[in-house]
């Protein structure tokens, strides 16, 4: 349920306050930008889990927190129409909220995840909690884009309200004997070293290292066009708030087929495998880029031009491309250091460091160019369109950094057996839970 209540924060309240409230773009990508911040503290939250105890509570209270943060920011965004200053307080804190709830929930159960499942199936189990995460994503912006139409700011109220509950009761559901009763943590037979020596420990690994860079930058790629799409396609396409987010519920569905698409090129088909990890990290940054340039065009011939599909296609490209980097980051997670130790929750919680960084710059750039270029070309589809125009640069750049990523890891097969990659964990209770809990 983690992107339930997400896409509503940093998707629809965007557009309101860009669209219905005239404020410049700037301030939801500073709101954005602040969230993913305070995700900067994930590695110490995986180190936390590293060094023992029950992952439930984080990862519940996670949630209790992000679904608080949600729909404060929701009432703060309302609260701007009136009070536009204790309006942006309250917006400031609440954002806030939803970061520190997406850091203790989201890194506590890629851990769990990574504790729970072997080696060879981590990525299989990542890409399945993915995909219901996509779900969530998709779902919850088709219905509350059905109900938040017409625009109330009442209505945007009870919506946010109601996926926050929803969130929090499905997930303490989804949990519920999950982890069992956990597992004592044995005495050290040496000292622990603390987070600082565990950081620097995983930095000095150069997979590690290597993959970091390559999350920063292909997520600072892929973040950028997040919050501009539904204000473009409010003022260019003229499109209403309930209107806009279904078109990101419409370019989340594709993302889920991009994903499924991946997983299914792990099957072997006439005794190969169709691609790599590397093959659909390079073609889906390539896809990516090239459904943007449609959107440069997209923005010199609106309204006739077909904003969905394009749309689809992007989502589409950004879900092959994530996949891959799911199945790299839990392949690369496992292992012990030089020195003998565990280290799944600092190595995952410093990639996910490394992508909330990529996601709070790209953010706070694209909102940032778009007000930029609106004042220095006054056409709205042109300004738009050359903000588009940078994004397909930086999926090419992307793209041609993840080719040069060398190592067997990002050459191996797509997936590590003949199934695709969700069929190792369907059937067990667990595994139902899991799902459940991954929206």
Request: proline share 5%; net charge positive; with cysteine.
């Amino acid at each position: 349920m983690l992107g339930a209540v997400v896409v509503l924060t940093t998707s629809t309240l965007n557009r309101v306050m860009v669209v219905e409230l005239a404020l410049p773009a700037l301030l939801p990508g500073l709101l954005v930008a602040l969230h993913y911040a305070v995700q900067l503290s994930r590695p110490r939250m995986g180190y936390g889990s590293d060094v023992g105890g029950r992952r439930t509570p984080w990862i519940l209270g996670g949630i209790g927190v992000l679904a608080l943060g949600g729909f404060g920011a929701a009432v703060a965004t309302t609260w701007m129409n009136t009070a536009r200053g204790p309006g942006i307080a309250l917006a400031v804190f609440s954002f806030a909220l939803v970061g520190v709830g997406v850091s203790a929930g989201g890194t506590s159960l890629l851990v769990l995840l990574a504790k729970r499942v072997d080696a060879p199936r981590r990525a299989s189990a990542a890409a399945l909690v993915w995909v219901m995460m996509i779900v969530g994503f998709a779902v919850t912006a088709g219905l509350a884009g059905r109900f938040l139409d017409p625009y109330t700011p009442v209505r945007l109220m009870a919506v946010s309200g109601t996926v926050s509950l929803v969130a929090v009761v499905v997930a303490a559901l989804a949990l519920w004997g999950l982890e069992g009763h956990g597992r004592s943590v044995p005495p050290a037979q040496k000292a622990r070293p603390d987070f600082a020596a565990a950081l620097r420990e995983v930095w000095r690994e150069p997979d590690a290292r290597r993959f970091t860079i390559f999350v920063f930058v292909s997520m600072l790629a892929y973040s950028t066009q997040d919050l501009i799409l539904e204000p473009f396609a409010g003022a260019v396409f003229g499109f209403t708030p309930g209107a806009s987010t279904q078109l990101s519920g419409v370019q989340h569905g594709g993302t889920l087929m991009g994903m499924l698409l991946a997983a299914l090129a792990g099957r072997r088909v006439a005794g190969a495998r169709l691609g790599s990890l590397r093959a659909w990290t390079v073609g889906g940054c390539i896809a990516s880029g090239l459904a943007l340039l449609g959107l440069v065009v997209a923005g010199s011939m609106a309204p006739n031009w077909p904003l969905r599909a394009n749309v689809f296609v992007l989502g589409v490209a950004n879900g092959a491309f994530s996949i891959a980097a799911i199945g790299s980051m839990m392949s690369l997670a496992g292992g012990a250091t030089a020195t003998g130790e565990a280290r799944e929750g600092t190595r995952m919680g410093l990639w996910g460091a490394a992508q909330a960084i990529g996601f709070a710059v790209g953010g706070l750039f694209g909102a940032a160019a778009s007000d930029v270029a609106r004042w220095l070309i006054g056409d709205m589809g042109t300004a738009y369109a050359a903000v588009f125009a940078l994004e397909a640069g930086m999926f090419v750049a992307a793209a041609m950094l993840a080719a040069r990523i060398g190592g067997p890891l990002l050459s191996a097969p797509a997936a590590p057996s003949s199934e695709p990659l969700a069929a190792p964990l369907v059937g067990t209770a667990d595994t139902q839970a899991l799902r459940a809990g991954g929206s």
